[in-house]
């Protein structure tokens, strides 16, 4: 066991500890010499422990959460606190609920640690990029094999809606209001086109390389359209990342009345076009994601996975479509079982891969890791699997649709590092008595009053850098509720999450 596993282990103990004695705490002292403050629990660690920790033993501070009594958001962080600096930006109540806390500890890493967590973020990002192109270049084989994709899809849709379903049933996960439905309904139909269109791309020609390039646009498309529906304001960066993705989706698709028609190249326009338009329905979803950010992901991912149903059931109906059949799988149950296995296999991944990776690493590092990896996984499939050499224009084109991705990260990126305001003086609360609280027995936030909703602050640039880095919303919820703790305390890594789909 490292050095570093031993100390986290060490600081579970001893945080569990801690919690199972805090019955005892009155008036603001506790057993085992713990501090109790009004927004954190002072522990003085074992020395050994600080050092691997890498922050000096007096700097440590829980940070707890609670949220009405309920189990579903409670949590540990511990974070790493300049010498007397103390975050005055939650204001809680103690009592029986924080002896029934669930026992997860979200560590801060030293930088060293943290250099090694991204790196792993980078590596399960990578391996998203090839399960997305994966699950494209399936569908292309599965369709010249003449099996009936399209049922098989709806077949892995079913499966996958299921488990999901019993997820959101016993992990108690919110269900959406009436007014949020709207949102929830529309974002899922359009991340739905999405996956449908850029599918269909490949499927009537277009490598999974082009596709993965030209699906891009999304981020582009998705800050012009803050423009139009949010107001959000554009800047030099905006327009230089929409002028590279023009010229990389004309080099592409390589229009006839530009290029004339490619002779000996097998080429898509029809295929590119959809490609576009499927970043144009991904892009569409973010603006709809700004309004559906407190909502679960498992309980998104489920409503997607049932209009994906219906979805996958419409080509072979076209007049248009090729019939699809059932006497293959008829006549090879085993054969399509372990076709149905691998689609969904192919789906599950491209859901857990990033929900783990994306809390290792920034968002704009996950947005271009994930992007390139598609590329270059769409790329070598054409190349292993359908034997097409990418021309060198196709290649130009990619380069200027992933620059296109950088520069639109780069703002995000520096939102990210840029210092956070001065925090303004909290509201005084007045000391909770832990008998004078409800008879439900429910303890009650209070936050300064000048928490601002996220849905007003963050720019659809940045939710989009942390949409396409799959960051889950119970993340990007916790940093709006409390948007100025991350800015006094030096977070040095990133949470482990017990459930990466509870949202």
């Known amino acids: 066991m490292s050095l570093f596993a031993a100390s986290l282990d060490t600081l579970k103990k001893r945080t569990t500890q801690l919690l199972d004695n805090l019955d005892k705490v009155k008036d603001g002292k506790g057993a085992d010499g713990v501090t109790l403050q009004e927004p954190s629990i002072e522990i003085p660690f074992d020395p050994q422990v600080a050092s691997a920790l ?136 359009l991340e739905d086109l999405h996956w449908y269109f850029a599918v ?82 991904q892009a569409g979803s973010f603006v709809c994601a700004r309004k559906s950010v407190h909502i679960s992901v498992g309980v998104l991912t489920f409503t997607s996975l049932l209009l994906a149903m219906p979805m996958a059931l419409v080509p072979p109906m076209l007049p248009m479509g090729k019939k699809e059949s059932w006497e293959p799988v008829l006549a090879e149950p085993g054969i399509a079982l372990g076709l149905l296995l691998v689609i969904s296999i192919w789906t599950m991944s491209a859901v857990a891969l990033p929900a783990a990776g994306a809390t290792r690493c920034p968002a704009a590092v996950s947005a271009t890791v994930f992007t390139s990896a598609c590329m270059v996984s769409g790329y070598l499939a054409q190349m292993l699997f359908f034997k097409e050499m990418p021309q060198a224009l196709t290649l130009l084109g990619a380069a200027c649709m992933l620059l296109s991705v950088i520069l639109m990260a780069i703002p995000s990126r520096m939102s990210e590092a840029k210092p956070e305001k001065p925090a303004k003086a909290a509201v005084p609360v007045a000391p909770v008595d832990a008998e004078a609280q409800p008879s439900d027995g429910t303890d009650e936030i209070v936050d300064t009053v000048d928490t601002v909703d996220g849905d007003d602050t963050e720019s659809l640039g940045s939710f989009v850098a942390s949409e396409v880095s799959f960051r889950s919303s119970k993340v990007r919820r916790r940093a709006q509720h409390f948007p100025k703790a991350a800015a006094l305390a030096e977070r040095i890594g990133a949470a482990f999450p017990v459930v990466a789909m509870s949202g």
């Open 54 to 189: 890498g922050c000096p033993d007096d700097s440590i501070l829980v940070q707890y959460e609670v949220q009405n009594g309920e189990d579903k958001d409670r949590e540990i962080a511990l974070y790493s606190m300049p010498l007397g600096m103390r975050c005055g930006e939650r204001h809680c109540g103690y009592g029986d609920e924080l002896r029934t806390f669930t026992k997860a500890v979200h560590l801060d890493r030293p930088s060293a640690f943290r250099l090694q967590g991204e790196f792993c973020g980078i590596l399960l990002l990578a391996a998203t990029g090839i399960c997305v192109t994966g699950d494209m270049v399936t569908s292309k084989l599965i369709e010249e094999s003449k099996w009936p994709y399209w049922y098989l899809v709806c077949g892995a849709c079913i499966v996958a809606s299921f488990f999901n379903g019993l997820a959101v049933y016993f992990f108690k996960m919110d269900l959406p209001g009436r007014g949020d439905m709207k949102w929830v309904i529309a974002r899922s139909l």
């Open 200 to 281: 269909i791309a490949v499927i009537i020609g277009a490598s999974p390389g082009d596709v993965a390039a030209l699906t891009s646009i999304d981020i582009i498309a998705a800050a012009f359209f803050g423009l139009i529906f949010l107001g959000e304001k554009l800047t030099v960066m905006h327009f230089l990342a929409l002028g590279l993705s023009l010229a990389g989706a004309i080099c592409i698709s390589q229009p006839e009345f530009l290029f004339g028609r490619p002779e000996g190249q097998h080429h898509s326009p029809l295929g590119c076009w959809m490609a576009l338009l499927s970043g144009c329905f």
